[in-house]
């Protein structure tokens, strides 16, 4: 428990760190601004204490909020991530998360990939749904969350690739 504890830990940090001091400098053909701390919610333990969970994903949110000077954007986008995550999940990948021994381990590439794109896309629609707040702006809000997410998506599957124990 307390190796869990404290992965978890260090990724919050080095997650944290990474998104401020790296990404949120980037600025792709002026709107594109990469959200790799969404990765967090890909690894954290799919049996891990819910409560736990949204705490943890409320301080996400709102250190990056602190640091990005976005009001609650992210806390908003995190908490509805979080507490969507195991519809998804059973979406994903059926009823079979919800056993004891799943592990990702056990599911395809598409699967996974499938998990980490919709939680992306949950995200990006609730943050820029609230960044945008006018849903006369529905064109934008569905550039920034197409635009956003692909690119999100490419970074964190690459993360997962690089930072994650070989599964095949």
């Known amino acids: 428990m307390n190796s869990t504890l404290f992965l978890n830990g260090l990724r919050f940090v080095l997650l944290v760190l990474t998104q401020v001091l790296i ?4 600025n792709f053909l002026g709107f594109i601004n990469p959200l790799v701390y969404i990765i967090f919610f890909y690894w954290y333990p799919i049996k891990g204490n819910r409560a736990l969970f949204m705490i943890t994903a409320f301080l996400l949110g709102f250190m990056i909020d602190f640091f990005s000077d976005t009001l609650a954007l992210h806390s908003m986008a995190s908490l509805t991530v979080a507490y969507a995550r195991p519809v998804i999940m059973r ?3 059926g009823v079979n998360y919800e056993f004891q021994n799943f592990s990702f381990k056990n599911t395809t590439k598409i699967q996974r990939l499938t998990f980490l794109g919709l939680l992306i896309l949950l995200h990006q629609l609730v943050f820029f749904t609230f960044e945008v707040l006018s849903l006369s702006h529905f064109l934008l809000i569905l550039k920034k969350v197409f ?3 692909v690119v999100t998506l490419v970074i964190c599957a690459l993360f997962s690739s690089l930072f994650s124990p070989q599964t095949e």
């Open 23 to 26: 990404f949120n400098t980037l």
């Open 91 to 93: 979406f994903c990948f």
């Open 147 to 149: 635009a956003t997410g």
